[in-house]
């Protein structure tokens, strides 16, 4: 069955797809196949001023802080792909539990570049079937499940080349993981081309001990216990680069989602509370004489 929480997040993308276009901060125009009949339904009316804030104000009611931090976050994602791509020449893009992501499709770096996407096949599947009617000779699908299968050995299989730059991106995974799981990606992307790029993001280890500190974490956990998707895993912030260094991966930056709801919303959405304990960071697989770290926001 495909994970509730992929359908959540294409919900939110496909409410962003028909905001204003003054407003708008990206166009993911496949989001909305993925969703129920029901979902679509809301999408269509949200195209109407009123009907969008009446939709958009339930679902920050539901989830505080979740749909316009996960908007922010997919603009972030997208500025810095299409910033590595531009500017280090890679062509290879390796989705980590892909999901509903379209980014392969809505044509954000060169058309010579590959992605290559992995996720379980339950996920998979449906994915391929609703999207068939597009050309996808650039895309190729790795079946893995992160706790149970090798990823160097499903990506070795669909023609991953570790000695060619990559991009990983990894957005939305970490936190349903166990911990063995997670060190064991991080140390196979750690032994690929010095200067590939891991994006990733996780969440602050205090909203898994001490929901409380954080608004709204009591509600969206018990959401996710529900629908089978409970958070297992999260990082300190501070011990992050340490956390990657083990890895041979050198930190570059690290940004919570308060940050890149204020660089991308600015007023119109950035005061909205919750979500504060999810954050995103990017790290490079360092070649072995090097020793530099940096712990600085990301990029503006």
Not at 147 to 153: K, T
Request: hydrophobic content about 40%; some cysteine.
């Amino acid at each position: 069955m495909p994970s509730s929480t992929a359908e959540y997040m294409a919900l939110f993308r496909a409410l962003e797809s028909v905001s204003p276009l003054e407003d708008r901060l990206f166009s993911d125009p496949y989001a909305v196949r993925f969703l129920r009949p029901f979902l679509q339904r809301l999408v269509t009316i949200s195209r109407w001023r009123v009907p969008r804030r009446l939709v958009e104000w339930a679902i920050d009611l539901l989830w505080p802080g979740a749909r316009a931090s996960g908007v922010a976050r997919t603009r972030l994602i997208d500025d810095l792909l299409t910033g590595a791509s531009n500017g280090a020449g890679i062509e290879q893009v390796v989705v980590l539990g892909a999901g509903f992501d379209c980014r392969a499709h809505r044509q954000l770096v060169g058309s010579t570049s590959t992605f290559l996407e992995v996720d379980r096949p339950e996920t998979q599947q449906p994915k391929r079937e609703r999207l068939r009617d597009l050309s996808a000779d650039h895309v190729r699908y790795v079946p893995c499940d992160f706790e149970s299968d090798s990823l160097a050995h499903g990506l070795e299989a669909a023609g991953f080349d570790a000695e060619r730059l990559a991009f990983f991106l990894w957005e939305g995974v970490t936190n349903y993981l166990d911990a063995k799981a997670v060190e064991a990606v991080l140390r196979f992307i750690g032994t690929t081309a010095p200067g590939s790029v891991l994006l990733f993001t996780y969440v602050d280890r205090l909203v898994l001990d001490e929901p409380e500190r954080f608004h709204g974490s009591r509600r969206l956990r018990t959401l996710l216990w529900s629908s089978g998707e409970s958070w297992t895993f999260g990082l300190e912030p501070s011990r992050v680069a340490g956390f990657l260094r083990a890895s041979g991966l050198r930190l570059v930056c690290d940004a919570g989602s308060v940050d890149y709801r204020a660089r991308y919303l600015g007023s119109r959405r950035a005061r909205l509370r919750g979500y504060e304990f999810y954050r995103t960071a990017v790290a490079t697989v360092a070649p072995e004489s090097s020793s530099h770290e940096g712990e600085s926001p990301c990029p503006r």
